[in-house]
Protein backbone atom coordinates (compact mmCIF):
# COMPACT_ATOMS: atom_id res chain seq x y z
CA UNK A 1 0.00 0.00 0.00
CA UNK A 2 0.83 3.74 -0.75
CA UNK A 3 1.01 6.05 2.33
CA UNK A 4 -0.38 9.61 2.15
CA UNK A 5 -0.14 12.32 4.60
CA UNK A 6 -3.69 13.31 6.33
CA UNK A 7 -3.68 16.35 8.89
CA UNK A 8 -0.23 14.92 10.59
CA UNK A 9 -1.16 11.08 10.73
CA UNK A 10 -0.33 8.87 8.09
CA UNK A 11 -3.00 6.56 6.47
CA UNK A 12 -3.06 4.54 3.31
CA UNK A 13 -4.66 4.21 0.36
CA UNK A 14 -6.75 0.88 -0.27
CA UNK A 15 -6.76 -1.42 -3.53
CA UNK A 16 -9.62 0.08 -4.49
CA UNK A 17 -8.29 3.90 -4.08
CA UNK A 18 -5.14 2.82 -5.92
CA UNK A 19 -7.09 1.74 -8.88
CA UNK A 20 -9.48 4.63 -9.03
CA UNK A 21 -6.14 6.87 -9.18
CA UNK A 22 -4.68 4.75 -11.81
CA UNK A 23 -7.56 4.86 -13.74
CA UNK A 24 -8.27 8.49 -13.61
CA UNK A 25 -4.61 8.77 -14.17
CA UNK A 26 -4.71 7.30 -17.48
CA UNK A 27 -7.48 9.62 -18.60
CA UNK A 28 -6.28 13.12 -16.83
CA UNK A 29 -8.60 15.93 -17.73
CA UNK A 30 -11.46 13.13 -18.49
CA UNK A 31 -14.62 12.58 -15.88
CA UNK A 32 -16.29 9.70 -15.47
CA UNK A 33 -19.38 8.34 -13.51
CA UNK A 34 -18.47 6.11 -10.35
CA UNK A 35 -21.01 4.08 -12.35
CA UNK A 36 -18.28 4.15 -15.30
CA UNK A 37 -15.40 3.50 -13.01
CA UNK A 38 -16.67 0.37 -11.43
CA UNK A 39 -17.77 -0.68 -14.47
CA UNK A 40 -14.12 -0.40 -16.30
CA UNK A 41 -12.61 -1.38 -12.36
CA UNK A 42 -14.60 -4.74 -12.60
CA UNK A 43 -16.92 -4.13 -10.28
CA UNK A 44 -15.29 -2.71 -7.37
CA UNK A 45 -17.11 -3.17 -3.83
CA UNK A 46 -17.04 0.49 -2.26
CA UNK A 47 -16.90 2.71 -5.50
CA UNK A 48 -18.56 5.52 -3.99
CA UNK A 49 -16.82 5.57 -0.12
CA UNK A 50 -13.27 4.93 -2.14
CA UNK A 51 -13.65 7.78 -4.49
CA UNK A 52 -14.88 10.25 -1.44
CA UNK A 53 -11.85 9.37 0.10
CA UNK A 54 -9.57 10.32 -2.58
CA UNK A 55 -10.62 13.77 -2.15
CA UNK A 56 -7.19 14.96 -0.32
CA UNK A 57 -5.35 13.29 -3.00
CA UNK A 58 -6.17 15.60 -6.33
CA UNK A 59 -8.97 14.24 -7.40
CA UNK A 60 -12.10 16.61 -8.43
CA UNK A 61 -15.26 15.88 -8.21
CA UNK A 62 -18.28 17.74 -10.07
CA UNK A 63 -21.81 17.77 -11.98
CA UNK A 64 -21.45 17.18 -15.47
CA UNK A 65 -21.50 14.97 -18.78
CA UNK A 66 -19.88 11.62 -18.26
CA UNK A 67 -16.77 11.14 -20.57
CA UNK A 68 -17.88 7.32 -21.08
CA UNK A 69 -21.76 7.25 -20.93
CA UNK A 70 -22.65 10.87 -21.36
CA UNK A 71 -25.27 11.22 -18.71
CA UNK A 72 -25.16 13.94 -16.01
CA UNK A 73 -23.73 12.73 -12.77
CA UNK A 74 -21.76 13.45 -10.20
CA UNK A 75 -17.89 12.79 -11.84
CA UNK A 76 -14.72 12.37 -10.64
CA UNK A 77 -11.01 13.03 -12.31
CA UNK A 78 -7.43 14.25 -12.25
CA UNK A 79 -6.02 17.58 -13.51
CA UNK A 80 -4.00 17.89 -17.03
CA UNK A 81 -0.35 18.16 -15.60
CA UNK A 82 0.89 20.19 -18.44
Known amino acids: MTRKETRGRQNY ?3 TQLAILRFLGEYRGQAF ?4 IDARLVNSID ?3 ALRL ?3 AGLYCGHAAC ?5 VRL ?3 LPVVN
Open 47 to 49: IVG
Open 13 to 15: FTT
Open 75 to 77: LAS
Open 54 to 56: LGG
Open 67 to 71: SSCGK
Open 33 to 36: CGGC
